[in-house]
């Protein structure tokens, strides 16, 4: 069974567009993130969020919005795309604040 | 200077060898450490975590000095599965969800015959 899951796992569009990724979590954490992986292989955490509380990294432009609709689910959605955004976007969940399970990634390419 | 800092390698050693990266932080206030491994076009898997006594877990030695603020990771008898990249984390905060999570940027290594 996949404990952290994303949808899709390659998205490809143009710039301009508005697109979502989707994640869900079947471990039971209360906590889960966004994280960006950029070609130089930086990873940066962009949001987390617990409980209803939104923890949001404020480099990340307001273009890019988290939407939990439950626990076990935390999507991104990501208006006006700009080339800059192609990287490869990794969900995570974390029962406390220590050991994270990352999804496989959602490889994201701006034409 | 970087929150985090790591050399990027790639470290290349033949199988067998010891090997050992650092990891150096800025913050003074940290208090969680990690080393996660990486694979090609994978997700990051936590490998350890970073005590303040050192641990160990089979091959692999992790010890933390938080005098001169950095981690360590020790290879030992290397294998050729051990290729991939490790990244050092640090925590601002032992509990809190809020708190100050940073990647480094990965040590490559690879692992020759």
């Known amino acids: 069974d996949t404990a952290v899951s994303q949808t899709p796992k390659y998205l490809v569009t143009q710039m301009g567009n508005d697109k979502s990724i989707k994640c869900e979590q079947n471990?039971?954490?209360?906590?889960m993130y966004w994280y960006k992986q950029d070609s130089k292989k930086f990873l940066k955490i962009m949001f987390s969020?617990?409980?209803?509380?939104?923890?949001i990294n404020e480099t990340v432009p307001n273009r890019f919005s988290p939407k939990s609709p439950d626990k076990a689910h935390l999507n991104l959605h990501i208006n006006s795309l700009e080339l800059g955004d192609s990287a490869v976007y990794f969900c995570?969940?974390?029962?406390?604040?220590?050991?994270?399970?990352f999804g496989p990634g959602t490889r994201l390419t701006v034409l | 200077r970087k929150e985090v800092e790591q050399d990027p390698g790639p470290f290349n050693v033949p199988e067998g060898a010891t090997v050992a990266f650092n990891c150096t932080y800025s913050?003074?206030?940290?208090?969680?450490f990690f080393w996660y491994r990486q694979d090609c076009r994978k997700e990051p898997k936590l490998l350890m975590s970073?005590?303040?006594s050192g641990n160990e877990d089979g091959r692999f030695t992790a010890q933390l000095n938080r005098a001169s603020q950095y981690i360590s990771l020790l290879i030992r008898d290397s294998k050729l599965s051990d290729s991939a990249t490790y990244l050092c984390?640090?925590?601002?905060?032992?509990?809190?969800?809020?708190?100050?999570?940073?990647f480094g940027s990965g040590t490559r290594l690879s692992i020759r015959p």
């Open positions: 995570a969940s974390s029962p406390t604040s220590y050991e994270q399970f």
């Open positions: 471990l039971g954490h209360d906590t």
């Open positions: 969020y617990n409980n209803k509380e939104l923890i």
């Open positions: 913050n003074s206030a940290s208090q969680s």
């Open positions: 970073v005590y303040s």
């Open positions: 984390v640090v925590k601002s905060s032992g509990y809190s969800s809020a708190s100050k999570i940073i």
